[in-house]
């Protein structure tokens, strides 16, 4: 149940009194799309080991998190030496008998980094070791600077780069009966942020800019005359 005592669905695993436990869960076939970087958010909840009796040695408390590139969607199939580790995932908040009791739940919020990502898509891969976990949601997604508009001028969506520290430069097309002054400009930055606007258009001889566009001058004064009436 989760904090509103809503049902939720989970993949559970508890095999804290074996020895040299090695679980794997995989995900379906996952398009990278346009991205070239994603990012993995996982929501989960993870066994205090101290709270857990007669387990000294054989309880952990992390889970690792794996991926592989591949442009098959189908028939493939799961060798774990294939895949590639991205990380140790750890809590930050574990529970207790005494939260089951109560019936708290103490999510986890974890987000990773995967890429550069050249194939079609990828495959998500989890390996528990021993913990006492439940892995309530995983969600991919990635960041692009949205189309936009900015001094009369459109912006197309556009990818950052997979190195967070450079920035994607972007021309931008002048709206109809608009023509450059300066080239227009915006940067995409990493986080999908549009930065450092240069650069305008304005609009050509003979109209005039209203809302963001270029209208003839008649037009222009007979939509003021109908904002006026309306």
Same mark, same amino acid.
């Given at each position: @149940?989760?904090?509103?005592?809503?049902?939720?669905?989970?993949?559970?695993?508890?095999?804290? @009194?074996?020895?040299?436990?090695?679980?794997? /869960?995989?995900?379906?076939?996952?398009?990278?799309?346009?991205?070239?970087?994603?990012?993995?958010?996982?929501?989960?909840?993870?066994?205090?080991?101290?709270?857990?009796?007669?387990?000294?040695?054989?309880?952990?408390?992390?889970?690792?998190?794996?991926? @592989?590139?591949?442009?098959?969607?189908?028939?493939?199939?799961?060798?774990?030496?294939?895949?590639?580790?991205?990380?140790?995932?750890?809590?930050?908040?574990?529970?207790?008998? @005494?939260?089951?009791?109560?019936?708290?739940?103490?999510?986890?919020?974890?987000?990773?980094?995967?890429?550069?990502?050249?194939?079609?898509?990828?495959?998500?891969?989890?390996?528990?070791?021993?913990?006492?976990?439940?892995?309530?949601?995983?969600?991919?997604?990635?960041?692009?600077?949205?189309?936009?508009?900015?001094? /009369?001028?459109?912006?197309?969506?556009?990818?950052?780069?997979?190195?967070?520290?450079?920035?994607?430069?972007?021309?931008?097309?002048?709206?109809?009966?608009?023509?450059?002054?300066?080239?227009?400009?915006?940067?995409?930055?990493?986080?999908?942020?549009?930065?450092?606007?240069?650069?305008?258009?304005?609009?050509?001889?003979?109209?005039?800019?209203?809302?963001?566009?270029?209208?003839? /001058?008649?037009?222009?004064?007979?939509?003021?005359?109908?904002?006026?009436?309306?």
């Amino acid at each position: @149940m989760d904090e509103h005592n809503r049902p939720i669905h989970t993949f559970q695993v508890c095999h804290v @009194m074996e020895p040299n436990q090695n679980n794997w /869960l995989r995900s379906n076939w996952i398009s990278r799309e346009a991205a070239q970087k994603v990012f993995v958010e996982l929501r989960f909840t993870l066994r205090d080991c101290n709270s857990i009796p007669w387990v000294s040695g054989t309880c952990k408390e992390t889970f690792n998190l794996f991926y @592989m590139e591949t442009d098959e969607s189908h028939a493939i199939k799961f060798k774990p030496a294939q895949y590639t580790k991205i990380d140790t995932i750890a809590a930050d908040e574990s529970f207790t008998q @005494m939260d089951l009791g109560d019936r708290i739940l103490k999510l986890n919020t974890e987000v990773r980094e995967v890429g550069p990502i050249a194939r079609k898509g990828f495959y998500l891969a989890f390996q528990d070791i021993g913990a006492c976990i439940a892995l309530v949601s995983v969600r991919v997604y990635y960041k692009k600077c949205p189309f936009t508009f900015r001094n /009369l001028a459109t912006f197309p969506d556009t990818i950052p780069r997979v190195d967070s520290s450079s920035l994607v430069e972007v021309r931008g097309a002048c709206v109809k009966n608009a023509e450059e002054r300066d080239t227009p400009k915006l940067y995409c930055g990493a986080d999908g942020d549009w930065l450092v606007p240069l650069g305008r258009c304005v609009c050509s001889l003979g109209y005039e800019e209203l809302d963001g566009t270029c209208l003839a /001058l008649a037009e222009k004064r007979g939509a003021r005359v109908r904002d006026t009436s309306g």
